[in-house]
């Protein structure tokens, strides 16, 4: 199965700050990757899609990019609703698998 | 509006099964590839098992893999999943999620899952 890594585990920062979260594939995945917000007790909520398109509804603050291997989710401008945990997830195989995720704290 | 509710998780011993649900609404089920994914308590997101619309076709994790089996039943818009020989480590919220466009397709909506506890 292709592993997705995610990086960091876990970030604080401040209402404001522009944070970056990387997800690597062991294997090449075009650009077959989405990313979800997830808050507690909440399911998880499709931000992007296609390593780089925003999903309908979503602000224009997420951005994505990347296509292979490595990707990354960028938050221009946090916004009190954004501290939540962030995964990534392939969707190139068969076995769909998800980064282990990343969970933005508040500073 | 689509709808996703999952039901039918609760407590089971080990060893024991259950069948989980996934009632879908407000489009055409028939039409997309379908997923179950599973949270253990305080864990991230695994996905599980997922089937394509006609149901011929569907592939699993290898931690469920000859215990679990993913079905639909396209008239009565339901995802099913039964679960075998439970295990603790099966302890989780399961959530269905609708494939936004078959094969290579992210998941565009999801259910707010239901508890499965593995306990004797």
């Known amino acids: 199965a292709i592993r997705m890594t995610q990086s960091p585990s876990s970030l604080s920062a401040s209402t404001g700050d522009r944070v970056t979260i990387t997800c690597r594939a062991s294997q090449g995945i075009s650009s077959y990757l989405a990313w979800y917000q997830q808050k507690p007790g909440k399911a998880p909520k499709l931000l992007i899609y296609a390593a780089s398109t925003l999903q309908s509804g979503v602000p224009s603050r997420f951005s994505g990019s990347g296509s292979g291997t490595d990707f990354t989710l960028t938050i221009s401008c946090l916004q009190s609703e954004d501290f939540a945990t962030y995964y990534c997830?392939?969707?190139?195989?068969?076995?769909?698998?998800f980064g282990q995720g990343t969970k933005l704290e508040i500073k | 509006e689509v709808q996703l509710v999952e039901s039918g998780g609760g407590l089971v011993q080990p060893g024991g099964s259950l069948r989980l649900s996934c009632a879908a609404s407000?489009?055409?089920?028939?039409?997309?590839?379908m997923h179950w994914v599973r949270q253990a308590p305080g864990k991230g997101l695994v996905w599980v098992s997922r089937i394509n619309s006609d149901g011929s076709s569907t592939s699993y994790a290898d931690s469920v893999k000859g215990r679990f089996t993913i079905s639909r039943d396209n008239a009565k818009n339901t995802l099913y999943l039964q679960m075998n020989s439970l295990r603790a480590e099966d302890t989780a919220v399961y959530y269905c999620a609708r494939s936004s466009s078959g094969r290579y397709g992210w998941s565009d909506y999801w259910g707010q899952g239901t508890l499965v506890t593995v306990s004797s």
């Open positions: 997830q392939q969707y190139y195989s068969y076995v769909y698998t």
């Open positions: 407000g489009f055409t089920f028939s039409s997309y590839w």
